[in-house]
């Protein structure tokens, strides 16, 4: 007769046997049990996960636990027997908000390309929970780390609990914590944020514990109203190695894309740097500075930087023949720079029509290959977004050009010819 007090670990020894390893840690180990006399109370952290649980493993719990008492009364419930008494007070040590008191929202300079992203964030400040998660993407250096730590910064005077996080950071406190036995430590940290900032989403691709590490966290804090803000390089349906569960709940909430800054902004993005610097530049240089730099204020801000560290070690004002000398060899590589106007002049050459016609709305196969393969090599030889590759084919949405970049990528494995198309469109871009 087995002792009524370990018929749930049996059960789960049991239950080994037949499902995967996988499916015992995703599903039946985050399980929480109260036993009491007949009764059996199982407790799911969130709603999700119940709904998954009855779903798909409760008829096999039910049958396992009736092999070992016929009599006994089972239920589903969400949260814990605990009622969540264990939710951490403070921020343990080794865990910091990771927040950078520089960035802040006075220091973020606003124009048409992070307008939206910026609005965005507001509305997660007025209201927390709006906008679930809030997910920002775009190309690197184009303020969206800024913004995360706008984010915190503001809540964090609000005696929020945030933090702030690259996603590489986060692998390595799991791995760590893994290795010291400290992983229900890490679960009860995370999971009672209020609020949790994520950078630079892509580097989950492949890594499957970490996925599934924050896809329970996500649910978690979602469950319980908390704020997830998230940042990556690309849309969420459009990172490689990230497991379609998790893209799915990225599309959940608000998802918003930052472009490269028009000129004016960069232009007010110099400026302002600059000053901070205690090196103001005139106009003149801000407009030169700007109209050579143009794919991200990371690249924007080096080479001010550069200009004004030169001037510092030669003694002499910053005018506009000093900041040409200093980045002659910048213009030099800005001249063979690739253009979505480039690729679309060169694909329609190449396959004999008109420009017009790969941007019109003509459906036949003329014209919609070399419009597909005009997208598909505007985002592997650009650094421009979905969302402005979209644009520059007469206002399309950037799914459009999700569409036919994945399209492109199949036929090139399927058909030999296409693929030695698109080298040789691309050689003409690298050579002309």
């Given at each position: 007769m087995i002792n009524k007090n370990n018929i749930w670990l049996k059960c789960l020894e049991e239950l080994s046997d037949t499902l995967s390893e996988k499916e015992m840690r995703m599903w039946i180990k985050p399980l929480s049990v109260e036993q009491e006399d007949n009764e059996i109370k199982l407790y799911a952290p969130n709603k999700f996960m119940k709904e998954e649980?009855?779903?798909?493993?409760?008829?096999?719990?039910?049958?396992?636990?009736?092999?070992?008492?016929?009599?006994?009364?089972?239920?589903?419930?969400?949260?814990?027997?605990?009622?969540?008494?264990?939710?951490?007070?403070?921020?343990?040590?080794?865990?910091?908000t990771n927040l950078s008191k520089e960035m802040t929202f006075d220091t973020f300079v606003e124009g048409k390309s992070n307008q939206l992203a910026k609005a965005a964030c507001l509305s997660v400040i007025n209201e927390p929970g709006i906008f679930n998660p809030l997910y920002i993407y775009g190309g690197v250096g184009l303020g969206k780390t800024h913004l995360l730590h706008s984010i915190g910064n503001q809540l964090s005077k609000e005696n929020k609990k945030v933090v702030y996080l690259h996603s590489e950071k986060f692998v390595q406190n799991m791995v760590t914590a893994l290795r010291n036995?400290?992983?229900?430590?890490?679960?009860?940290?995370?999971?009672?944020?209020?609020?949790?900032?994520?950078?630079?989403?892509?580097?989950?691709?492949?890594?499957?514990?970490?996925?599934?590490?924050?896809?329970?966290?996500?649910?978690?804090?979602?469950?319980?109203?908390?704020?997830?803000?998230?940042?990556?390089?690309?849309?969420?349906?459009?990172?490689n190695g990230l497991e379609d569960r998790i893209k799915s709940r990225l599309v959940w909430g608000m998802?918003?894309?930052?472009?490269?800054?028009?000129?004016?902004?960069?232009?007010?993005?110099?400026?302002?740097?600059?000053?901070?610097?205690?090196?103001?530049?005139?106009?003149?240089?801000?407009?030169?500075?700007?109209?050579?730099?143009n794919s991200n204020v990371r690249e924007l801000e080096g080479n001010l930087r550069r200009v004004i560290a030169t001037s510092r070690f030669k003694k002499c004002s910053i005018s506009l023949e000093f900041a040409k000398e200093c980045l002659a060899d910048l213009l030099s590589l800005n001249q063979r720079m690739i253009t979505i106007e480039q690729i679309q002049k060169v694909t329609a050459a190449y396959y004999k029509t008109r420009v017009a016609d790969i941007l019109s709305s003509k459906r036949d196969k003329k014209n919609t290959l070399p419009r597909h393969v005009a997208m598909s090599l505007c985002k592997e030889l650009t650094n421009n977004s979905l969302p402005t590759i979209g644009d520059g084919f007469g206002g399309r949405d950037h799914t459009t050009v999700l569409h036919a970049n994945k399209k492109i990528q199949k036929l090139k494995k399927e058909d030999a010819q296409l693929a030695q198309d698109m080298n040789n469109i691309t050689h003409i871009l690298n050579n002309g």
């Open positions: 649980v009855e779903k798909n493993f409760l008829d096999k719990i039910l049958s396992t636990l009736s092999r070992f008492n016929t009599n006994m009364l089972v239920s589903l419930n969400i949260g814990s027997h605990t009622q969540h008494k264990e939710i951490v007070k403070e921020i343990p040590s080794g865990f910091k036995n400290q992983i229900e430590e890490f679960k009860k940290f995370y999971r009672n944020l209020d609020v949790l900032l994520l950078d630079d989403m892509q580097f989950f691709a492949g890594k499957e514990r970490s996925q599934e590490e924050f896809f329970h966290t996500f649910n978690a804090l979602f469950e319980n109203k908390k704020q997830v803000v998230l940042t990556c390089d690309r849309y969420p349906k459009e990172v998802n918003v894309s930052i472009d490269p800054p028009d000129l004016e902004t960069r232009v007010a993005i110099l400026q302002a740097k600059a000053e901070q610097l205690d090196s103001p530049i005139t106009s003149e240089v801000a407009f030169f500075l700007a109209k050579n730099i």
